[in-house]
Nanobody, 115 residues
């Protein structure tokens, strides 16, 4: 059974930083592309970032490019997202997922950015 457990969210002021983690189990993590998606209040799921199975290739939504960095440690079965220069519009529940649409995802971690 696939299990994804996110952590690291919290309340931060604009321009602040957070680092999210996602512990994966129940599948061969190193074989899979991994994703971060998010859901802002009242909106649907939004793709944020993708990383290749080995970690060499990444891709970002335009809204976060240059501010967020996705990474992974396959030895630890863990996915990360470093988020810098956070904006109010980054407020959302963040999920790690095994697909871009977030159909298989964890329980999420809340990120709230305040002014």
């Amino acid at each position: 059974e696939v299990q994804l457990v996110e952590s690291g969210g919290g309340l931060v002021q604009t321009a602040g930083s957070l680092r999210l983690s996602c512990a994966a189990s129940g599948f061969t993590f190193s074989n899979y592309l991994m994703y971060w998606v998010r859901q802002a209040p009242g909106l649907g799921l939004e793709w944020v970032a993708t990383i290749s199975s080995g970690g060499a290739n990444t891709n970002y939504a335009r809204s976060v490019k240059g501010r967020f960095t996705i990474s992974r440690d396959n030895a630890k079965n863990t996915l990360y997202q470093q988020m810098n220069n956070l904006k109010i519009e980054d407020t959302a529940v963040y999920y790690c997922a095994t697909d871009e649409r977030g159909s298989v995802r964890g329980q999420g971690t809340q990120v709230t950015v305040s002014s």
